[in-house]
């Protein structure tokens, strides 16, 4: 198998799943695997590694063009459905369908809500911990920031979360240089609206999949996209939090709309 490319299910392959972060890979393997099982189709999990958008958005073309049956069906998460929503503005044709699932917001105003949310469901250790965190990976000194990112990671995840089940991801790729190399972008086309104009040039329809209690305000989704995109559709899941095939509530209606969808 390449090793920037999981395959779960059988050929042909035209689902991918695109994990967050970004420098998350390995992030989304419990959805793709269980996607595989639900869909009468194979699911690819591309582990992006590249330093840029445009690195990737290429890097995420080789992929579909070697092991995907286009056009595919899109669904990505967090980071990855800017990704995802990206792709398939540059390139259309490869493109069926796209599923946002917990998108970040599309507009800057809704931006600072994310992180106000985060800190008040902090307990006082946790946010010793988020404030250390945060100084060890903005501190040069700190040769090697992945164990530092992974770790952060999780106590992030824990603060977007309503009900979690256990994970079984593995963190060991988790890459800081690829996250903050890749948000310094992501944030600029977010500030300066180009990454909610490049919406016009999509031309698949478009599903958005939202808890209620993620910190990422699905206002900031719904609103932005359904004035931007000919074809949108937008699902906000009840007592569910950022990643919503692992919550305990919303995890199974969350499957029967992908079975439906894909």
């Keep these: 198998m390449n090793t920037n490319t999981r395959k779960y299910g059988t050929a042909p392959y ?39 958008i445009d690195g990737q958005v290429h890097e995420l073309k080789a992929i579909l063009k070697k092991h995907g049956k286009l056009p595919v069906s899109l669904a990505g998460h967090s980071w990855g459905a800017w990704l995802a929503f990206m792709f398939a503005a540059r390139y259309p044709a490869y493109v069926r369908k796209l599923i946002l699932v917990s998108s970040g917001p599309f507009e800057e105003s809704y931006a600072p809500q994310i992180m106000q949310k985060r800190l008040e469901r902090m307990s006082e250790n946790k946010m010793e911990e988020y404030l250390h965190l945060s100084a060890k990976m903005n501190d040069p000194s700190v040769k090697n920031k992945n164990y530092v990112f992974a770790r952060f990671g999780e106590l992030i995840s ?54 209620d ?34 919550e305990r509530y919303a995890r199974e209606l969350f499957y029967e709309i992908m079975k439906s969808e894909l």
């Design 213 to 246: 209690q993620d910190p990422h305000p699905f206002e900031g989704v719904k609103k932005p996209l359904s004035r931007t995109l000919k074809d949108f559709h937008f699902v906000l899941l009840k007592d569910c939090g950022h990643y919503p095939w692992r």
């Design 158 to 211: 824990s603060a977007d979360s309503f009900n979690l089940l256990p994970s079984t991801e593995n963190t060991a790729g988790f890459n800081h240089d690829v996250n903050r190399s890749i948000w310094n972008e992501a944030s600029y086309l977010r500030r300066s609206g180009k990454l909610l104009n490049m919406g016009k040039d999509i031309r698949c329809p478009v599903l958005a999949i939202h808890g």
């Design 14 to 52: 035209d689902i991918a799943v695109i994990h967050g972060g970004p420098g998350a890979p390995g992030s989304v393997a419990e959805m793709a695997r269980e996607i595989s099982k639900i869909s009468e189709t194979g699911v690819l999990e591309p582990l992006q590694t590249c330093m840029s």
